[in-house]
């Protein structure tokens, strides 16, 4: 089953935990059933990541239609209070959802010299004498969010430089309207520091698992 607009209001109803899922509308099949199932999102051609299925309504309409997604390769995604329904495939991991909105007008620390921070092609780099040494790009897109990665050199990391360039990218999301999706493993303390520090807001807290065999 192709995906169609009622999916869309579905995920525009909680925008914020669902920029992923918006960005691939045009790749990805629902799979359901009665009230419930799971959106499919699979993994790039050649590459070496995961196929994704998400939980979509009902979680007990969702059980049931579990085989009809290839688990093969496949990690699913449920709600952390909705895990208990799947509690009998072992926990794999568990995602954090954080989030600045584009409204938001607070004012934080900033670089000090010798770093500066640009903006380049929808993207921040972080400046070190004349050299890149971190940035921040937008990695999926919805109509209010962007979900991005951020990467700061080892040798520059632990100066709460992390928290900065999250914050001048919140800042220059803001101003072409849109507020700011950072999704964060729960083992990266450093990154989880990181995105507190920066103001962001907890959104959500998804687990994932595997079906083996």
Not at 55 to 80: D, H, Q, T, Y
Not at 99 to 119: C, G, L, M, Q
Not at 179 to 199: C, H, L, P
């Amino acid at each position: 089953m192709l995906i169609g607009f009622d999916i869309l209001d579905y995920f525009y109803s909680n925008e914020v935990c669902y920029v992923d899922e918006i960005d691939r509308i045009s790749e990805s099949t629902l799979f359901w059933s009665e009230n419930g199932g799971w959106y499919y999102m699979p993994a790039q051609k050649d590459s070496a990541d995961w196929n994704i299925a998400r939980m979509v309504g009902s979680p007990c309409s969702a059980k049931k239609n579990i085989n009809r997604v290839k688990a093969e390769n496949s990690i699913f995604l449920v709600p952390e209070n909705k895990y208990s329904y799947f509690s009998e495939y072992p926990r794999k991991g568990c995602l954090l959802y954080f989030f600045s909105d584009k409204h938001n007008k607070k004012k934080h620390e900033k670089v000090r010299s010798p770093y500066t921070i640009e903006a380049r092609q929808n993207q921040l780099f972080l400046i070190y004498n004349g050299t890149i040494v971190g940035y921040v790009k937008p990695i999926r897109e919805s109509d209010n969010f962007v979900e991005v990665y951020i990467e700061i050199m080892p040798s520059h990391r632990g100066k709460g430089l992390g928290a900065a360039l999250l914050n001048a990218a919140a800042e220059y999301f803001a101003q072409h309207n849109k507020g700011m999706v950072y999704i964060v493993e729960d083992t990266n303390q450093a990154s989880i520091s990181t995105v507190k520090r920066a103001g962001f807001m907890h959104a959500e807290t998804i687990f994932t698992f595997q079906v083996i065999g």
